[in-house]
């Protein structure tokens, strides 16, 4: 396993590290004191291997910010990361992680960014996420070989911005889930632009999100950004009445499952909708006349379906 640079066992007071070219790297067996000031740790873009040592969540026990992403580091996601209680950024997309996401993640209750995605994990979408992680802001778990159903503890997620499970194998139908989304409901004249800087939200995070038909990469997260894709899984069943509640939404992707029934005429609630993909799917009857209001729709993909 190789993971931390060298440098690192020297630190003494909060330390942020960008972009850090390849370092020597720790052979396991080197053990480290406690780093208790780190606070934000930034390797993302690099060329580490290896797997996370075991021991990480005990060395940096006040960590806020982990940006490992787009690296090469596989194995699986170490259960000592749950000592991690201040953590509010954990961003491990684009590795070669397997394994299931590990329970002890429960006890990250601060987390606002969780960005999963581009790995190799298994198993199912965990009940206590929307149990335990309730200040969950952005949620991706994008392009893994997760398997089940959504579960309906997530309707929990009140201030949940991003929910991006798309290129997975999650089955059974959609939960009708979204009434309590809160932060979805917000639109651009009511956003609170304060809230975000008072709760030290408003820092540098990469969040990849599909929309009008590509990949779009927010350097910043903005309080504005609003996205539901579920999109090249096995969902069935309808379009949850709930999810046309959403009036803040900006980006739906339901795309590549096998959900069936009519676009509800209630479509057309979500009036800051900008990107919408409902292709290849089983919907059937016509197009709703009310979609026409839809100003903001920049992007809409009905194709391959059973519409008359």
């Known amino acids: ?28 067996t080197e053990t480290y004191a406690k780093l208790p000031n780190l606070g934000q740790l930034h390797l993302s873009n690099n ?5 996370i040592p075991e021991n990480f969540g005990e060395v940096v026990p006040n960590l806020s910010i ?10 699986f996601i170490p259960t000592s990361m749950g000592y991690l209680k201040n953590l ?13 996401i590990p329970s002890s993640f429960k006890h990250c209750t601060q987390l606002e960014v969780l960005d999963l995605g581009d790995n190799q994990l298994t198993g199912n979408l965990p009940s206590w996420i929307g149990q335990s992680l309730t200040s969950l802001r952005v949620l991706s778990l994008r ?9 309906k503890t997530m309707s929990s997620l009140y201030s949940l911005q991003v929910f991006d499970a798309a290129e997975n194998c999650l089955s059974g139908t959609i939960p009708d889930m979204f009434t309590n989304f809160a932060a979805m409901k917000v639109t651009e004249k009511m956003a609170d632009y304060i809230y975000d800087l008072e709760h030290n939200f408003y ?17 910043k997260f903005l309080y504005l950004v609003t996205c539901i894709d579920l999109s090249r899984n096995n969902f069935s069943g309808r379009i949850p009445e709930s999810l046309t509640k959403l009036i803040g ?37 016509g197009i709703p006349l009310s ?10 993909n009905l194709s391959y379906n059973n519409l008359s």
């Open 203 to 219: 820092y540098m995070v990469s969040i990849d999100i599909v929309a009008k038909g590509s990949m779009m990469e927010y350097t």
């Open 249 to 285: 939404l900006r980006v739906l992707n339901l795309s590549g499952n096998h959900m069936i029934g009519k676009i509800p005429q209630e479509i057309n609630q979500l009036q800051e909708l900008e990107s919408m993909d409902l292709s290849n799917n089983l919907f059937s009857g």
């Open 47 to 51: 060329q580490i291997s290896g797997c």
């Open 88 to 100: 509010r950024t954990l961003l491990l997309r684009g590795n070669t992680l397997t394994g299931q």
């Open 291 to 300: 979609m026409s209001s839809m100003n903001a729709l920049g992007a809409l």
């Open 143 to 151: 392009s893994n070989k997760l398997i089940g159903a959504i579960p």
């Open 66 to 75: 982990l940006d490992l992403s787009n690296n090469s580091i596989s194995g």
């Open 1 to 28: 396993m190789k993971l931390l640079p060298g440098f690192l066992k020297h630190c003494t007071s909060t330390v942020t590290i960008r972009e850090v070219a390849c370092y020597d790297l720790v052979n396991t």
